[in-house]
């Protein structure tokens, strides 16, 4: 469970991440002068304003009327001019931390690595028979980049280090010994940065100094050094000389208040919080703040073990050695990558934190790609499909709260554009909230802006973590109230269609257009696919939770009216799964999206015993979209094509991601794969990919959507041998599984609570009490349902 290279990163994307879930870095390396890239959860651009337009009620008639005519194009152009917001705001970077060695740049023995198992990042060479040890770890319960540095030699230590900032900043310093120096940079963010593929010419917008009303921040590093070693601190940094180990202490802070409340720098003063941080992480030990983080962390990680084949020589080798010589045939790099997409949760996404981004919590740009915000299209679900089946759910939270938050400032923008009760969210949100349609009131294109069902597919969260971890509590207070109001809006969003039945419009799939017979590619329709599916979950749901609470629902009526009578999912004339209401030619037959399998993955409403037809119509549009797609759009492919069980063929998919991709800069919508570092490439890096890889090829491993535990549904040739411990399942099972020659071997299943328990295998198998070997069941048979009991554990063997 390492990455390991051999040489200093180059490129950001060679660079290791770490985190803590608010802070994040990315360590270099580098011999001669080290860079780790620094960043803060809360450091946005922008602060709370007004982002709804009253025009779009007004308008909303008339594009409803030129889309039933089939005046598409007049549709779009009253939807572009009248129904949008602003854009988003976007995640800023801190910063840089670096690090001079007076020591030259020629050294032996270089190494470089990232642990997943302790979350530490180390650095080793050798230079004139000294050699030199770092090991930096972003520390939770010490909110603090802890980096130590070491010789072998004593006082032959000597170096600078010092902080800066890409933003408007300024730096500070104090000398006088340990407990008082420190060095910092001090800044405040800008009101509006435009997205990178605006054409502004100022796209970075500050308010005078004196009068900013933005986040401002401080990023402050203070230093231990032993007895031996002498310490200053000037204007340039903090210079050391003598020294045989070095602890820097980096912390952050922000005067972000709330996604409700403008930032207060006299409430929430950055240089008070990192004050504080770095005097109570200073005052202990290193040994004690290396335990105090890996007892935070090793716990969580070490939930779920994943092991694929046996140990190879391949495994010592550099992982970007690995990964371009062997990709996914290497089945031990296949593992660490899936590793990796937990370790990502971990360090990007605790309770209180803010959700992971489009980039986690890591960037480098003031005008970062799509603004590093929140895309609620598929990118921001995808980032959490792996919490809870992973073992991880507490990382969860953030994303649950987000979804809490958004449904607070939706509900105004549903009301003055739609007219609607409930709560509504588009394409993109922000540390804001922001859930108008984004597009700066006319700039951006309705193919993606105007597309209102954001907050009801994040509902779909919601009601996954009520599944998982059978929460009542968290059911009725938290997750029911939310989902009742996208209800609402979904109730006065959908329209009479003039033959008994219920229509969107306008309509759109997202970010993909449709060709008509003479040429033409609109974007707006009626009833896509996917919106009816998401309205059809959600309201599903609502039904169901007010049935487990046992409330007096007033709704239902309303509800189970809609439900009936919303349009069948339709199969069109090449035998795949209608992508819009009418049989529509694709405007690009192998795009990257693939919304209208929703119900497949990530939804539930199709399986081999579920809309078995559509289920049959999902594998033919997934032949006719193509195996290619951006990093994401292959992660989503695994899963889908794991649903079909199908393993072999989500194999050739996890392959296709298993590529190693050079960061050229070069934006691309049609080739995935892996940078250096294993982030995943849209291209450029997007962190979603990582997230969906592995909760894909944990669904290759284990399903539990179709109320039963299906052990190894769709496990590849190419995987005859492995284990996997700790994986959860819906109704909060936790299953371990064992395979040999393609065959389980042996599962464990572990139940919270007194609960029916069936388990699905394609093979004939027994179940039988863990402890004393007791046959629970009869014959052998490929599928059984047992009682099974609070905290007792199951066992489960083939039949030879």
């Known amino acids: 469970m390492e990455l390991r290279y051999n040489k200093p990163a180059e490129a950001w994307t060679e660079a290791l991440p770490v985190g803590n879930g608010r802070l994040g870095g990315m360590v270099f390396g580098g011999i001669e002068q080290e860079r780790v890239s620094l960043n803060e959860d809360t450091l946005w651009s922008g602060y709370p304003r007004d982002w709804n337009n009253p025009r779009a009620l007004q308008v909303l008639p008339e594009v409803r009327r030129a889309v039933l005519e089939e005046r598409y194009e007049e549709a779009e152009r009253l939807s572009k001019a009248g129904m949008m917001g602003p854009y988003t705001q976007a995640y800023m970077p801190l910063g840089d931390w670096h690090i001079r060695f007076y020591h030259g740049h020629f050294a032996d023995g270089y190494r470089r690595s990232l642990n997943l198992e302790d979350a530490c990042a180390t650095v080793s060479y050798e230079i004139g028979g000294v050699r030199y040890t770092r090991e930096l770890f972003a520390s939770h319960p010490d909110q603090s980049l802890v980096y130590r540095i070491a010789v072998n030699q004593p006082g032959k230590l000597a170096l600078k280090a010092w902080l800066d900032s890409p933003l408007r900043s300024t730096t500070a ?41 933005t986040i401002s921040f401080e990023g402050r590093l203070a230093c231990r050094a032993d007895a031996g070693a002498r310490l ?89 050695e690995r990964l371009r010589q062997h990709g996914a045939q290497d089945p031990g790099l296949v593992a660490l990558l899936v590793q990796y997409g937990r370790y990502l949760l971990l360090a990007s996404s605790r309770p209180g934190t803010q959700p992971a981004n489009l980039q986690g919590i890591w960037n480098r740009h003031i005008r970062p790609i799509w603004s590093c915000n929140y895309t609620l299209n598929i990118n921001l679900q995808m980032n959490y499909w792996l919490a809870e089946t992973a073992n991880l759910s507490e990382c969860h939270e953030p994303l649950l709260r987000f979804v809490e938050d958004l449904s607070v400032t939706g509900e105004e923008t549903a009301r003055i554009h739609y007219g609607c009760r409930g709560w509504t969210a588009h394409h993109n949100s922000d540390v804001w909230r922001q859930s108008a349609p984004p597009g700066n009131y006319g700039d951006g294109n309705p193919l993606w802006a105007n597309w209102p069902m954001g907050g009801v597919w994040l509902c779909r969260h919601l009601w996954e973590h009520y599944l998982f971890t059978r929460d009542e509590s968290f059911l009725r207070h938290k997750a029911y109230p939310v989902l009742r109001k996208a209800a609402l809006f979904c109730l006065d969003w959908v329209q009479p269609n003039g033959a008994g039945a219920y229509m969107t419009n306008p309509s759109t799939s ?176 997007q962190i979603d990919g990582n997230f969906g890889a592995a909760a894909g090829i944990f669904e290759m491993l284990l399903q539990s959507h179709e109320d039963r535990l299906d052990l190894l549904p769709a496990l590849p040739d190419a995987w005859p041998e492995g284990e996997i411990v700790g994986l959860k399942a819906r109704g909060g099972f936790t299953v371990d599984m064992q395979w040999e020659r393609g065959r389980l071997k042996r599962a464990l299943v572990a139940s919270p609570a007194d609960q029916p328990l069936r388990i699905a295998y394609r093979h004939p198998v027994r179940v039988l009490c863990a402890e004393t070997s007791e046959p629970l069941t009869g014959e052998a048979a490929s599928e059984h349902t047992i009682a099974a009991r609070q905290d007792r554990i199951y066992e489960i063997r083939p039949v030879d």
């Not at 809609?562 to 339709?570: A, D, G, Q, Y």
């Not at 797609?629 to 998919?653: C, E, H, M, Q």
């Open 173 to 213: 310093w104090r000398d006088g010994g340990e407990d008082e120096a420190f060095f910092a940079v001090r800044g405040d963010c800008p009101y509006e940065v435009s997205p990178n593929y605006v054409h502004d010419p100022e796209p970075v917008k500050y308010e005078a100094e004196t009068d900013s009303r």
């Open 232 to 320: 200053r601190v000037d204007h340039t940094g903090i210079h050391i000389e003598q020294a045989t180990e070095v602890v820097f202490y980096f912390a952050a802070g922000t005067s972000f208040a709330g996604f409700d409340r403008m930032p207060d720098r006299e409430a929430y003063p950055p240089g008070g919080l990192t004050e504080r941080q770095l005097r109570e992480a200073a005052a202990r030990p290193f040994a004690e703040l290396k335990r105090r983080h890996e007892e935070d962390y090793r716990p969580r990680f070490r939930r779920v073990r994943f092991r694929l084949g046996s140990s190879l020589p391949e495994e010592e080798r550099a992982t970007d």
């Open 510 to 685: 997202p970010e993909h257009r449709f060709r008509l017979p003479d040429g033409r590619t609109p974007a707006l329709t009626v009833s896509s696919a996917m919106d009816i599916s998401l309205i059809r979950e959600l309201l599903g749901f609502c039904i169901e939770g007010a049935g487990l609470l046992g409330l007096e629902e007033p709704l239902l009526p309303e509800l189970r009216e809609v439900l009936e009578k919303l349009p069948e999912t339709e199969i069109g004339s090449r035998g795949q799964v209608q992508e819009w209401y009418s049989d529509f030619a694709d405007e690009d037959e192998e795009h990257r999206h693939v919304s209208h399998l929703y119900d497949l993955f990530p939804g539930s409403a199709w399986g081999e015993n579920r809309q078995a037809h559509l289920y049959e119509a999902a594998g033919r549009t997934l032949e006719l979209r193509g195996d290619g797609g951006t990093g994401w759009s292959i992660g989503w492919k695994i899963a889908l094509w794991a649903r079909l069980r199908d393993g072999n063929r989500a194999f050739d998919i996890v392959r296709r991601l298993l590529v190693e991709v050079e960061d050229d800069g070069v934006m691309d919508f049609h080739r995935g794969g892996l940078y250096a570092n294993l982030f995943v490439a849209h291209p450029p890096f």
